[in-house]
Each structure stands twice: as structure tokens, then as C-alpha cells.
């Protein structure tokens, strides 16, 4: 079991990616062809039973097909970028996500299954389909979910500090660490965490850290020592951040200080 959350598959795949000069999630991408092909089917089959036009019904069996030949890549990548990007950790959307793909997996046995026998008529198929379609509706959902998060009602980000009046006093130094700790976060903490608000992402929102007093998920006391103990051994649910070297949590801290 321990292969499926520690595995350094995913690693190497986005190293090798990386290595070519792609950086992005491959998933997503893997997404469109069991959506296309779903919704595709189920209007071919729509067509099929109005029009009373076997050549459609012929078209909707190759795509529901043709979805079951492209989904095993679709999984895999979804494990991939899960345990490459989310740390494989277990939060709601990732578990809804499991169980969808479990049932469309079983929708799509059976409505292929049913489409090769021959005395299946498209009435029934269409049945069939419609819940593959319903299915695949909700996982898109969730992946929408867990990449954009309530964005799409955010305000864009106002107030930031153009580039160079930051207090000519301040070390440099500082200004360097802080810099660090925002590249790095972004990088690797802000596909779960907000810094515009307080509002739960996939992880609470972490604006305003270090103004309140308590953290927001363990309700322990707001100090650099809490917050290095949240990365090297979380609480809950957060993933662990083990690896990072001391000067990469001192930048994040500064970081998280200036939110
Ligand atoms: C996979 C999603 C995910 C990633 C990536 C992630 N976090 Fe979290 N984080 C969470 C969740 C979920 C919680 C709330 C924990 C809980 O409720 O069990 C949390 C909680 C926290 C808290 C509050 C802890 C507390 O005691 O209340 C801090 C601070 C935090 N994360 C910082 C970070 C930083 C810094 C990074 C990047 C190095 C990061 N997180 C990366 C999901 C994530």
C-alpha cells in the first residue's frame, strides 16, 4: 500500500518532464478524452434512438469504446500528479474522486460490455451512458475542486507592493528570504492554501498568519516553532514537508509573516 502514496514513479516522470521543458500536470490533460468521448457517446446514442439511425448507434459503441482503451492513462496520470502535487494525502475531494472513477470504471464495463453484444438496443445503451455521463460530470467537478478551489468567486489580488520601494532600510537579506519563501510556496503550498484570505482552499486560508494567535487547523499557539513542526510533522492532513533545508523554512516563515 505504502507503494501507492511513497512511490517515486511520479518523481521521476516530472524530472524526466521537466527535463524537456514541460512543467505542468499531465492529468488534466488526460481528462478531455474520457470527457469528450462520454459526452460524444451519449449524444451519438440521443441521435441514434430520435432518429432511428443505426450508423449513430455504431458511432456512440466505437466511442464508449474507444473511452475505455484511454481511461487506464487517464487514472494513472491522476495517481501521478496526486501523489506528485498533493503529497497523495486523503482530503474529501481526492477521495470522491477515487470513488467516481470506481464507478465509472464499472459504467463503462458494462456499458461496453453491453454495446459489443449485439442484440443490446441503443434505448438501453443510452441508459447506460447516461449514468457514465453523470459520473464523469461530478469528476470533473471535483478536479475543478481541487485545482481552482472557490477562485472563480475571489477577488483578483490587489494591494501588492510593486517591485523596488520596499523600505530602503530593511536588510537585504530579508528581502532575499522572503523572496525565496514566496517562490517556494508557490511552488509547493499554493495548491492548498489561499494567502489572499482565510478561506479553506484544500488547507485554511493563511492570510493574516502571523497577526492572529492560534493556527487555524490545530488551534495551537501562532510561532516559528509551531509552523516548522506543521512542515516536518504535520498536524492531520497536510502532507509532510521533511526534505526542505533550514534556509528554505526560514523563507517561508518570512513569507508567511508578510501575509
Ligand atoms: C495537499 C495540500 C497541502 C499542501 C501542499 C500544503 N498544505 Fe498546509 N495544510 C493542508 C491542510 C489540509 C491543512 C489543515 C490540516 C488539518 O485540518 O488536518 C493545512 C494546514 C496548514 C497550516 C496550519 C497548521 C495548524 O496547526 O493549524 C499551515 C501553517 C500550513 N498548512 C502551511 C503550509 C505550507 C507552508 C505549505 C508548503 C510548504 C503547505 N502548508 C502545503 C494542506 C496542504
Known sequence: MDFLFNSGIPGLIYDTLRGIGYPHPVHPIFTHPPIGLTVGGFLFLLAAVVFKRP???????????????????????GWVDWVHFYGGTFLFPFQMKLVLAGFFLLF??????????????????LFINFLTFLVVIGLGFFGGEIVYG??????????????????????????????????????????CHYTD??????????????????????GRKVSEANIRSQLR???????????????????????LNTL
Request: charged residues 20%.
Open 233 to 255: 510533522n504535520p498536524y492531520e492532513d497536510m502532507p509532510a514537508f521533511a526534505d526542505l533545508t533550514e534556509k528554505q523554512v526560514e523563507g517561508l516563515i518570512a513569507y
Open 150 to 191: 472557490d477562485r472563480a468567486a475571489a477577488k483578483p489580488p490587489t494591494g501588492e507592493t510593486p517591485g523596488g520601494v520596499q523600505p530602503a532600510e530593511e536588510g537585504q537579506g530579508r528581502e532575499q528570504l522572503v523572496s525565496l519563501g514566496a517562490d517556494l510556496f508557490s511552488d509547493q503550498c499554493a495548491m
Open 55 to 77: 450508423g449513430l448507434f455504431q458511432t456512440a459503441r466505437h466511442c464508449m469504446v474507444l473511452t475505455l482503451i484511454i481511461f487506464p492513462f487517464t487514472v494513472f496520470f
Open 197 to 218: 484570505k482565510t478561506a479553506t482552499k484544500i488547507g485554511p486560508g493563511l492570510k493574516g498568519l502571523f497577526v492572529g494567535n492560534i493556527l487555524p487547523a490545530s
Open 108 to 125: 463503462l464495463f458494462w456499458g461496453g460490455f453491453r454495446a459489443i453484444k449485439s442484440n443490446t438496443g441503443p434505448g438501453k445503451l
